[in-house]
């Protein structure tokens, strides 16, 4: 079935420093792709999407990029603030599913000043 | 207005005993989600519901399991005869249509005693 793997944390960087968190999906479709976070004290939200190959997704700085030859979808941000640490959660859709969606396990930052 | 609401927000129950969460969607959305977040692992999609139509089910771990929804509004998820496995945080989503972004709610933490 559907799936996603994600990096293991926790991730420790300092801030200003480049972030990358590394997602790889398998599906049989041609799945949506989510990342999600969740704050401390939070619930789950949407960070960014992409719906198609080679579409990028941006929000707050954060992109990812949906590239099917290699199925990842990798999270980049080049200067991390302490305010970014929470987990993220890769995500997929695939259209067949009614949108449910497949997560991966979390991958949680931590950004010291 | 409101976001997706959840209660409680914390349960501790004993093992063996019925525990019964509600999800309160944001007003308007047709689709509904119950995942559930066990320790140290991604969301597993629980159940769907898309405004009158019959729920799908098919995330759903036992048949101690259960939900309902009346209509696009509350919905609840009742577990009977409580496992310790069943100790997780259970979180709710809606959104306006099938396969639209998910709003998350807090969600309700159970622990099986």
């Known amino acids: 079935g559907d799936s996603v793997t994600q990096m293991e944390g926790p991730v420790t960087l300092s801030e200003e420093a480049f972030l990358t968190i590394n997602c790889t999906y398998t599906a049989t479709g041609y799945p949506s792709l989510f990342w999600y976070v969740q704050y401390p004290g939070e619930g789950l939200q949407l960070l960014l999407k992409a719906t198609k190959a080679d579409d990028k997704g941006s929000n707050k700085g954060f992109e990812a990029t949906y590239r099917k030859e290699t199925t990842s979808f990798h999270l980049e941000k080049g200067s991390v603030q302490v305010s970014d640490s929470a987990v993220y959660f890769c995500a997929l859709s695939d259209r067949g599913s009614q949108g449910n969606l497949i997560f991966g396990k979390g991958t949680k930052l931590s950004v010291k000043p | 207005g409101a976001g997706v609401s959840q209660s409680p927000s914390n349960k501790v129950t004993e093992k063996g005993k019925d525990v019964e969460l509600r999800c309160d969607p944001i007003?308007?959305?047709?689709?509904l989600y119950w995942y559930r977040q066990r320790l140290g692992q991604g969301l597993e999609f629980l159940i769907y519901?898309?405004?009158?139509?019959?729920?799908?089910k098919s995330g759903l771990p036992s048949d101690r399991f259960s939900a309902e929804r009346t209509g696009e509004s509350v919905s609840t998820l009742t577990i009977q005869r409580t496992q310790q496995e069943d100790s997780a945080v259970y979180l709710c989503a809606s959104s306006f249509l099938a396969e639209g972004e998910q709003f998350f709610g807090p969600g309700t933490r159970l622990t099986v005693l």
């Open positions: 519901f898309q405004g009158n139509s019959a729920p799908d």
């Open positions: 007003s308007g959305h047709t689709a």
